[in-house]
């Protein structure tokens, strides 16, 4: 197997195991095709997503089939931090969540948009955020220890969940990558998440599970107007994080698969 050591690191942070898959598993699957190196964390171990086991059953069968997940999209998955409904924005889970940004000292990190339907989600986009700010502060003290690391990274927002805000606004991206290609590849990584269909279906109202990823994806290629599926994204400001205002993600997939979203985009339904 060729040594790829040197590739170049991205980073998904997610809440829940499943998130990842849902929101940026396209975006990934590209990325490693391109010689990038993948690394994921679900924050939560996703204790409370059953109707009928207990917490400590469900962490289990939900941390395994994150390994099975991990394991379609070739990705190096890093150990839950909390549980679900507790990711809290506080010094104990930072200094958590910022060891593994230094652990993988990534190039590209992705996570959660910064206004979104659930706390969870949102929290988790600020710890990200904050973890990779300090990755590179020698006096900020990581859970375990862990030296700084230099270098850029770029954060990109995912789009969120039903493509508008928690006051029902549209939201844009400023960034599509057309997912078509590996949409089924995707899909098989979701649906390593089989304890979440029923869970799903029962508690927010998903007809399908692995539907509502292809509405969303098919929604998001529409959005682009060039797209059959794609993935959304929006940029952070680089200030503080990398020394020039670069699109690596852009860069390193190229025009074919990635396009600016529009200056003036209508809202489109799901």
């Known amino acids: 197997m060729e040594d790829d050591r040197h590739a170049p690191v991205v980073l998904a942070i997610g809440a829940h195991p499943d998130d990842i898959e849902f929101h940026f598993a396209g975006t990934l699957l590209l990325l490693a095709r391109a010689g990038w190196r993948i690394h994921c964390l679900n924050v939560s171990g996703g204790d409370c997503g059953s109707m009928v086991a207990d917490n400590a059953t469900t962490r289990q069968i939900r941390?395994?089939?994150?390994?099975?997940?991990?394991e379609v999209l070739g990705a190096t998955l890093h150990d839950s931090l909390a549980d679900d409904l507790l990711i809290f924005y506080g010094e104990p889970l930072l200094r958590r969540v910022a060891a593994v940004v230094r652990r993988a000292a990534p190039?590209?990190?992705?996570?959660h948009a910064l206004s979104d339907y659930m706390e969870d989600h949102v929290t988790t986009a600020r710890l990200a955020v904050t973890a990779a700010f300090a990755r590179g502060v020698p006096n900020f003290r990581t859970d375990p220890p862990l030296p700084p690391v230099s270098g850029d990274v770029t954060i990109y927002h995912a789009m969120p969940h039903g493509l508008r805000d928690p006051l029902r606004r549209?939201?844009?991206?400023?960034?599509?990558?057309?997912t078509s290609a590996v949409h089924e590849r995707k899909?098989?990584?979701?649906?390593?998440?089989?304890?979440?269909?029923?869970?799903?279906d029962a508690t927010q109202g998903?007809?399908?599970?692995?539907?509502?990823?292809d509405r969303m994806s098919a929604a998001i290629?529409?959005?682009?107007?060039?797209?059959?599926?794609?993935?959304?994204?929006?940029?952070?400001?680089?200030?503080?994080?990398a020394a020039r205002d670069g699109d690596p993600l852009a860069e390193a997939l190229g025009p074919d698969l990635c396009?600016?979203?529009?200056?003036d985009p209508p809202p489109v339904e799901l």
């Open 63 to 70: 941390a395994a089939e994150g390994r099975a997940a991990a």
């Open 107 to 111: 190039r590209i990190l992705l996570t």
């Open 221 to 241: 290629g529409r959005l682009s107007g060039r797209y059959a599926l794609a993935e959304g994204w929006r940029r952070h400001l680089h200030v503080g994080f």
């Open 259 to 263: 396009h600016p979203g529009p200056d």
């Open 206 to 213: 998903m007809d399908s599970y692995l539907a509502s990823c």
């Open 187 to 200: 899909r098989r990584a979701l649906a390593a998440h089989a304890s979440q269909k029923d869970w799903l």
């Open 170 to 178: 549209a939201v844009v991206p400023d960034l599509f990558v057309d």
